[in-house]
């Protein structure tokens, strides 16, 4: 059995965090797991109904901008690790409102940073900050050409810019305070309990609502898609056989065209509910593009796949249908 860790993990209430706390309760049952999140609207606890009954698990509401609660936080806890998730994450609300971006994503970044520096001090052996990032941070491809470890940053919206400055700070620790830190960087995930907000989701209810489908621009931007599970599975690996220091980029190897990905939706939420084929498509609605919309996301999964052995494993169509299955309540 893995020795025992004590385990913050932020943003555990949200889509990622809320599959990533249930592997590690399931997988390592001697690890105590806290899951300190403020419960935004992009937050489901509902998610985590069967989580309440473990016993190496515990929830508490709290905001990481709030420093001073952090720092009681960390004194009444002897936390081994902290996994970062907590974040602003939807990129139209950081265009419409970009405060809650800067003040979570850098602030509270900030404030986890500094906490868990003076809280570890210097007895930062087996200790670890692991900061989950995204690879809007690189900015947007043209069609060639991949994201790598090596790639410059170009945030180029409120969210991005804000999650590229919180990747520099934990970067920072490491260098000035050798902080142990760790970050991963991953393309974009879907699957079952993501907010309605996000595109698969959105266009997955109104489908089955018969409501229009608004696509940005002309529907070919390129996203790269990662089923969720396969997301937790690298973040276990990173955690457990990550190096200090290092950063890992994380992607589906799975690049779609918005419309293709809409379309894709359309044939197999219709098929399962027993509609005629094409069915939907007349709901798809072109809508102006969002400002400063990447064209395309693409990774260089290499060196997760060479060193840690990790690489995606769903199907995307395994993946979307459960994940259509999942808002069907079926
Ligand atoms: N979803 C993706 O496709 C994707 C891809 C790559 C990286 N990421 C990163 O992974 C992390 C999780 O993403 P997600 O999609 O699960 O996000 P999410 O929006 O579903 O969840 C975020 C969670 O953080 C909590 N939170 C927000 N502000 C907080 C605060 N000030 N204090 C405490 N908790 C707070 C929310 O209540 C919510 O439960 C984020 O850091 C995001 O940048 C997401």
Redo the contacts with the bound molecule.
């Keep these: 059995m893995s020795k025992s860790k004590s385990i913050l993990i932020?943003?555990?209430?949200?889509?990622?965090?809320s599959h990533l706390v249930k592997k590690l309760i399931k997988d390592y049952p001697n690890y105590r797991i806290l899951n300190?999140?403020?419960?935004?609207y992009?937050?489901n606890l509902k998610n985590l109904e069967n989580c309440k009954s473990s016993i190496n698990y515990k929830f508490i509401k709290?905001?990481?901008?709030e420093l001073e609660f952090l720092q009681e936080l960390f004194q009444s806890n002897n936390f081994d690790i902290v996994i970062h998730?907590?974040?602003?994450?939807?990129v139209d609300n950081s265009i419409d409102n970009p405060f809650q971006f800067i003040s979570?994503n850098i602030k509270?970044t900030h404030n986890l940073l500094e906490t868990a520096r003076q809280s570890w001090g210097k007895n930062k052996k087996e200790k670890l900050f692991y900061h989950?990032?995204?690879?809007e941070v690189f900015g947007s491809l043209a069609i060639g050409g991949k994201f790598s470890e090596k790639s410059n940053y170009d945030p180029r919206s409120p969210y991005s810019a804000s999650?590229a400055a919180s990747d520099h700070l934990v970067r920072a620790y490491y260098h000035t305070y050798s902080l142990p830190v760790v970050i991963s960087?991953?393309?974009?995930?879907y699957g079952p309990a993501?907010?309605f907000e996000?595109l698969i989701p959105l266009m997955i209810k109104n489908i089955i609502n018969k409501k229009t489908l608004p696509v940005y621009g002309d529907g070919k931007n390129i996203r790269d898609w990662l089923y969720v599970e396969d997301h937790v599975e690298a973040i276990d690996l990173i955690l457990h056989k990550g190096k200090i220091g290092e950063t890992y980029l994380i992607g589906g190897e799975n690049e779609k065209k918005n419309i293709d990905l809409v379309l894709k939706l359309i044939k197999m939420t219709d098929s399962i509910l027993g509609r005629s084929e094409g069915f939907s498509n007349k709901l798809i609605n072109f809508i102006p593009d969002r400002p400063g919309h990447d064209y395309r996301y693409a990774i260089d999964n290499s060196k997760i796949k060479d060193e840690l052995g990790w690489k995606p494993k769903t199907p995307f169509e395994l993946g979307l249908d459960k994940t259509i299955r999942y808002y069907l309540g079926l």
Aim: proline content about 0%.
């Design positions: 932020t943003g555990g209430a949200g889509f990622i965090g300190l999140d403020s419960l935004t992009a937050s709290g905001d990481i901008r998730l907590a974040a602003e994450s939807h979570t509270g989950i990032s995204t690879d999650k960087n991953c393309s974009n995930n993501q907010h996000k």
